[in-house]
């Protein structure tokens, strides 16, 4: 692959790190051919991970529920020397991991003893403090596997509804089943009513989203009602907030769903008051990484 300013410069790459154009695996890696890997995202925030446990379990669990057998300490050993070699040791950036489960004759069951396929590159990115956006999003019926629970590499439903959505001028595609509001293409949605917040269990028909997990936790110490509790479609108009969470999404204000709209020109108060604790968390953690 040729040197190409939209790419990283460095990846690393089954335990090396090596210019991005000579980042190369077989074409008879199970990733390529059957999406059969997991991935992960972080963002470095002032010098700190956000909630870097918190992904790094997540990838663990992921590699556990489809019997990839590698250890997550390789990716944190190789990070700092990454972060180095791409010149973002000083800047704020997303990290992406990414993990098949290797070469071998391609077949639908499990190969024997094959090693996976372990990569992670960096690049340079500034979340804002607030989200600013605020997002119109489009409403489709279910049409994915029933484990989104698993962060896999197979996206090619979401990336599907994510540019039905893109077609219609929409940030998002939201997902329901069973007449269930259950997620969106690329991030977590929560509704309020009443001052209550209300988002859809975390079970298998949803991501468990980190930044879901933090708003979750933001609602408990900030006193706000929470929850955990899946939204009719039918209901969606009789809500009076909603928003939408993820890790460079943060979390988003939507504008409207479908052909519904939440606020004219600006969120509603429960939204502003989590995006204010969010932010205020952001800067605790970077503190406290310095």
């Not at 963002?43 to 556990?64: D, Q, V």
């Not at 996206?155 to 997902?175: C, I, K, P, R």
């Not at 899946?230 to 460079?248: R, V, W, Y």
Request: some cysteine; aromatic content about 10%; hydrophobic content about 40%.
């Amino acid at each position: 692959m040729a040197a190409n300013p939209g790419y990283p410069h460095k990846v690393f790459l089954n335990g090396k790190i090596v210019p991005s154009a000579d980042a190369n695996i077989s074409v008879f890696d199970r990733g390529f051919i059957f999406g059969d890997g997991l991935y992960e995202v972080m963002a470095r925030i002032g010098g700190n991970y956000f909630y870097r446990e918190a992904h790094l379990n997540r990838l663990r669990r992921g590699l556990k529920e489809i019997a990839i057998d590698f250890d997550v300490a390789v990716f944190e050993e190789h990070i700092p020397e990454l972060l180095r070699v791409s010149d973002l040791e000083d800047k704020d950036s997303l990290l992406y991991m990414q993990v098949s489960r290797g070469a071998a004759p391609r077949q639908h069951s499990f190969p024997a003893n094959v090693p996976p396929t372990a990569m992670m590159y960096a690049w340079e990115k500034s979340l804002p403090e607030i989200e600013p956006r605020h997002a119109h999003a489009v409403i489709k019926e279910e049409f994915r596997w029933s484990r989104c629970d698993i962060k896999s590499t197979s996206l090619l439903g979401n990336v599907m509804a994510n540019q039905w959505a893109s077609s219609q001028d929409a940030y998002e595609t939201v997902f329901y089943r069973d007449g269930i509001v259950t997620e969106a293409s690329h991030s977590n949605i929560f509704f309020v009513r009443d001052g209550v917040v209300y988002t859809h269990p975390a079970n298998n028909h949803i991501l468990w989203g980190i930044t879901r997990q933090v708003v979750v936790e933001l609602c408990e110490t900030m006193g706000i009602p929470l929850k955990e509790e899946a939204i009719a479609l039918s209901q969606i108009t009789a809500m009076d907030e909603a928003f939408l969470t993820g890790t460079s999404t943060q979390i988003m204000a939507l504008k409207t769903l479908g052909n519904h709209e939440y606020f004219a020109s600006e969120p509603g108060p429960v939204t502003r008051k989590l995006q204010e604790g969010f932010l205020e968390l952001k800067i605790r953690d970077s503190q406290a990484g310095q």
